[in-house]
């Protein structure tokens, strides 16, 4: 099946620095999704990547779809407190209703 | 616009009793989707809708069953809970394939 790898599982940083994530794949997909969940909530869309190559930002997100199609990364720039949470990618490939969900990583800001 | 909208909240059932989930979307979507949520394991699909009339397996379907009310409802029913589903579910929804997903803030369940 798919294998879908998202590093690092958990991170701890200081207000104010820079976060890099990831999510690497096995095989190639035409979308990426970036979701954030805060505890007790649903996740929430991020951002939405479907041209390989694409970098997109979202305030201090930035996120680029890989130009192999196996891989992106989401980038938070100065982060701040409220940053704290889960973020997931997901990809699918084209045609189909099912998404594949990453494990996850946990973010931890410290003021 | 509350986009998608969950019920219960919370819920502790006894191993073999029996529970719907229910889940509505107010944004005309045309697709709907149930995900279980575990530690570290992130979000597994449980079963989709992909229109009104339509449903299908997803990756782990064992032990559950969907109703696709109408376009704005679909439910995920339980029939005989085991401990192993012991987890948070959430209801997701979207326009049309590979579209982003909405989700709803989930249904905290847990069997003993």
């Known amino acids: 099946g798919q294998q879908l790898n998202q590093s690092p599982q958990s991170m701890f940083i200081q207000e104010g620095e820079d976060v890099s994530m990831n999510c690497t794949s096995s095989?190639?997909?035409?979308?990426w999704l970036w979701y954030k969940q805060d505890p007790g909530e649903g996740p929430v869309l991020l951002i939405a990547?479907?041209?390989?190559?694409e970098l997109t930002s979202n305030g201090r997100l930035t996120a680029q779809f890989g130009i192999t199609r196996k891989d992106s990364f989401l980038n938070i720039s100065a982060s701040i407190p409220s940053d704290v949470g889960i973020y997931f990618c997901?990809?699918?490939?084209?045609?189909?209703?099912?998404?594949?969900f990453g494990t996850g990583t946990r973010l931890k800001v410290l003021a | 616009n509350a986009g998608v909208t969950q019920t219960p909240k919370f819920q502790v059932l006894k191993t073999g009793q029996s529970m719907t989930l229910q889940c509505a979307q107010d944004m005309n979507h045309n697709s709907m989707y149930w995900y279980r949520q575990d530690p570290g394991m992130g979000l597994r699909l449980i079963y989709y809708s992909a229109s009104e009339g339509t449903t299908d397996k997803g990756e782990v379907p064992n032990g559950y069953n969907v109703s696709r009310l109408n376009k704005r409802e679909f439910s995920l029913r339980l029939e005989s809970a085991a401990p192993s589903q012991t987890s948070v579910y959430f209801c997701?929804?979207?326009?049309?394939?590979?579209?982003?997903?909405?989700f709803g803030d989930g249904t905290r369940l847990s069997i003993l």
């Open positions: 997901a990809y699918t490939t084209s045609g189909t209703y099912k998404y594949i």
């Open positions: 990547l479907y041209k390989a190559g």
């Open positions: 095989s190639i997909f035409n979308t």
């Open positions: 997701a929804s979207d326009r049309d394939r590979d579209q982003p997903q909405h």
